[in-house]
Nanobody, 121 residues
Framework: QVQLVESGGGLVQTGGSLRLSCAAS????????LGWYRQAPGKQRELVGV???????NYGGSVKGRFTISRNNFENTVLLQMNSLKPEDTAVYYC???????????????WGQGTQVTVSS
């Protein structure tokens, strides 16, 4: 069993900053990818940022240059530093992990429960 626990969501003003954190725990053999996606009401879930074990990253075009993703492999934690926030960033943010469990033969996708980020104008 694998769990992703998120923290750091909240309400901020336009131009402000916020940091999200997600910790993976459980029956983990290896974690390949960690990251964040977001979903606004009535919209499709979209990529925010992902980071692989070698440190390579990929960002959604709307956040590139404003958000930074990082990971701590010792703590199985992924962080998302969000700067210069805009009202358009308002959404539920979901932690994502691609994990190989002990005794498994394939990687599986895992999702956190989501944390609300609201940016006021």
């Amino acid at each position: 069993q694998v769990q992703l626990v998120e923290s750091g969501g909240g309400l901020v003003q336009t131009g402000g900053s916020l940091r999200l954190s997600c910790a993976a725990s459980g029956n983990i053999f290896n974690i390949h990818v960690l990251g964040w996606y977001r979903q606004a009401p009535g919209k499709q879930r979209e990529l925010v940022g992902v980071i692989a074990g070698d440190g390579s990253t990929n960002y959604g075009g709307s956040v590139k240059g404003r958000f930074t993703i990082s990971r701590n492999n010792f703590e199985n934690t992924v962080l998302l530093q969000m700067n210069s926030l805009k009202p358009e960033d308002t959404a539920v943010y979901y932690c994502y992990a691609e994990i190989l469990e002990n005794s498994a033969y394939r990687y599986s996708d895992y999702w956190g429960q989501g944390t609300q980020v609201t940016v006021s104008s």
